[in-house]
Nanobody, 121 residues
Framework: VQLQASGGGLVQAGGSLRLSCQAS????????IGWFRQAPGNQREGVSC????????YYADSVKGRFTISRDTAKNTVYLQMNSLTPEDTAVYYC???????????????WGQGTLVTVSS
């Protein structure tokens, strides 16, 4: 079971990025998929998640209305579309797979390697 996160980069404030979480060794829609982020000196925080089959989606208050999580079962990939980015969104973003859509790191069994998002002011 592997997760590959990609799509990070450097963007100006107000810009957009789309992160991808490619699953291999399992079908992504058989797990809840979460996106977390960790800024330097901060704890890893839950950003968004989508449940098995997608009936439940969660967004942290800090990203609600700006980020959108989606799942492409044909590509075995979960996306995080990030719009209206601010410098406060700068962090390493991780995707994770687990039995539920949760915001606690211990609820996830598998983790991707992280992709760096840097938002300049």
């Amino acid at each position: 079971v592997q997760l590959q996160a990609s799509g990070g980069g450097l963007v100006q404030a107000g810009g957009s990025l789309r992160l991808s979480c490619q699953a291999s060794g399992f079908t992504s829609d058989s797990y809840g998929i979460g996106w977390f982020r960790q800024a330097p000196g901060n704890q890893r925080e839950g950003v968004s998640c989508i449940s098995i089959g997608g009936p439940f989606i969660y967004y942290a208050d800090s990203v609600k209305g700006r980020f959108t999580i989606s799942r492409d079962t044909a590509k075995n990939t979960v996306y995080l579309q990030m719009n209206s980015l601010t410098p406060e969104d700068t962090a390493v973003y991780y995707c994770a797979a687990g039995p539920i859509c949760g915001i606690v790191t211990s609820e996830y069994d598998y983790w991707g390697q992280g992709t760096l998002v840097t938002v300049s002011s």
